[in-house]
């Protein structure tokens, strides 16, 4: 998977842990609201449930269309790869990629740039109503992000290029799912009462003020392809300052109304909600909120973590002059479930054992 600030990657056996207990006590439904690359929904999937994934990002969309909808036993591999290997083979050429993000910006090198900017360009000229464009899609982000300049976020990129970024692009077939699910875009608030019911729900909300929308805009522009005018030195789409690209989850003054909006409306028997201790709302908020819903019985489980690779490095302002210092490296996940008593109790047991 793509590297990306927030990613469950290490709270995903957990998450599988509580999928598989539900799973195994009757619910074949799952929701991810907030999937961003999808992990988790994936890691559902793989625990037989029909997931849905939604996010408000166009490549989060594509993300699950790829992982989520797309059902592994149904894609043709050997079409797949002669139409990867016919890609693999073009002639790289100068476009808008390259030079938003490898002259104007360093993001990539102006090899790789130039590869993506042929590629993407073939994929939307040949395969735009293929049945295989959201993987050749992925498959093309995945390419990219191997080959990349930064720690992980798009909001700036390295002084200097990063090992990897000298290496050639390649493209390979992503990591497919037997089964099939369902993709959804939009903002969270609106969508969650036309979504449902579900026998499990996930909510991973922002965080913070951070938007992903910013801190992944290259993979936007890489889906979306509408080559839209970028400002900074980072480069970041024009359409990053428009309101309607803006979320109430990154607003302290709003976050934890909509939060608390979202696990009232939410039509699911069980609702799993990840946070940290980083966040603007405490674990106890949550718990309260989902008490008003008058579950049988809410549990938070505890995960200490590293912090993002960023936050070892410390503060700099817009010369590269350090200006503040690393507070800490380690923070807590916290999961809260809400659901049965039956239910509470097997994921105990099963995180306990773990």
């Known amino acids: 998977m793509i590297k990306y600030l927030g990613s469950k990657r290490l709270l995903v056996p957990a998450l599988g842990q509580i999928a598989s207990a539900a799973h195994e006590l009757g619910a074949r439904t799952a929701l991810d609201l907030f999937s961003g690359t999808t992990r988790v929904a994936q890691e559902f999937k793989r625990q037989n449930l029909h997931v849905t994934a939604c996010d408000i990002a166009s490549y989060s969309e594509i993300l699950a269309q790829c992982y989520i909808v797309t059902n592994a036993e149904q894609v043709n591999l050997d079409e797949l790869e002669t139409i990867l290997q016919e890609l693999s083979v073009l002639p790289g050429k100068r476009g808008y990629f390259t030079q938003a993000f490898c002259e104007d910006s360093h993001y990539f090198q102006v090899k790789n740039g130039m590869r993506v900017d042929a590629i993407r360009d073939m994929i939307e000229q040949c395969y735009k109503n293929h049945p295989l464009y959201p993987i050749l899609l992925t498959s093309l982000m995945l390419a990219a992000d191997r080959v990349d300049s930064t720690t992980g976020l798009q909001m700036a990129y390295l002084k200097e290029y990063a090992q990897r970024s000298y290496n050639d692009l390649e493209l390979r077939i992503p990591e ?42 290259i993979w936007e522009t890489l889906v979306r392809w509408d080559a839209p005018k970028y400002y900074g030195k980072a480069c970041k789409r024009i359409d990053a300052r428009d309101d309607k690209t803006k979320s109430s989850f990154n607003k302290k003054p709003h976050m934890a109304d909509s939060l608390r909006q979202v696990i009232q409306d939410v039509n699911a028997k069980t609702v799993v909600v990840s946070y940290n201790n980083e966040s603007w709302v405490s674990a106890e908020q949550i718990e309260a909120w989902l008490g008003e819903r008058r579950f049988e019985s809410v549990q938070t489980f505890n995960f200490d973590f590293k912090r993002y690779v960023g936050a070892k490095i410390g503060i700099y302002n817009k010369q590269g002059k350090k200006v503040g210092k690393v507070d800490h490296l380690d923070n807590i996940e916290h999961v809260i479930v809400a659901g049965t008593e039956q239910l509470i109790n097997k994921v105990h047991k099963l995180i306990s054992q773990s």
């Open 176 to 217: 497919l799912i037997p089964g099939t699910g369902n993709a959804a875009r939009g903002d969270a608030l609106q969508l969650v009462n036309q979504l449902g019911p579900f026998d499990i729900a996930y909510l991973d909300p922002p965080y913070n003020q951070h938007r992903y929308f910013t801190n992944y805009h």
